[in-house]
Structure formats: C-alpha cells, structure tokens
C-alpha cells in the first residue's frame, strides 16, 4: 500500500492533481483488498494443525481462571511498609 501511496503521491504532484492522488491510494487499498482478503487455496496449502484440547482430572472440561482483582495503592503501599520494618529488624 506504501509504495501505492507513494508513487501515486508523485503522480498527483506533477500533474498538480489531488484527483489523481485520491484515485492513486483507492487503486492501491482495492488492489491490497483482493489480495488479502478472500481465502485463497494458496494460504490453505499447510493448514495449522491445532492441538487437542485436554480434559482435566475430573472428567470435564477445564475451565479457566481468572486473574486476581488488582490491590487496593493504599493496601498495597502497607505492605511493601510492613515487609521493609520485617527485614530490617
């Protein structure tokens, strides 16, 4: 798309058209498009095999965990206050 753009940008300054400039960079975002998006059989030559999912120990489906909630600056700040005064002592 940069070199598009680019050469499109020259274009449009020597003729001294905005027009042309536009219609330069629309080629290029049309031309990326038709090339990127439709699922072409040359992308599908070595699909990506994924794993298999594991069940966990019990028989059912793992579920996932959740990230603890973030601590409170004040409760957090106590703390680091508390561990300091343990190791100085």
């Known amino acids: 798309i940069v070199i598009i753009v680019g050469i499109a ?4 300054y020597i003729h001294q058209s905005f027009k042309l ?9 049309i031309f990326c498009m038709i090339l ?16 298999k ?15 603890p909630p ?5 409760v957090a700040v106590e703390k680091k206050k508390k561990k ?3 190791r100085s002592s």
């Open 9 to 12: 940008w020259i274009y449009g």
């Open 21 to 29: 400039t536009f219609q330069g960079w629309l080629f290029g975002l």
């Open 36 to 51: 990127c998006i439709p699922d072409w059989p040359i992308y599908n030559r070595n699909p990506v095999e994924w794993r």
């Open 53 to 67: 999912e594991t069940p966990s120990a019990s028989g059912t489906k793992a579920k996932t965990t959740k990230a």
């Open 70 to 74: 973030p601590e409170d600056d004040k």
């Open 84 to 86: 300091t005064k343990q």
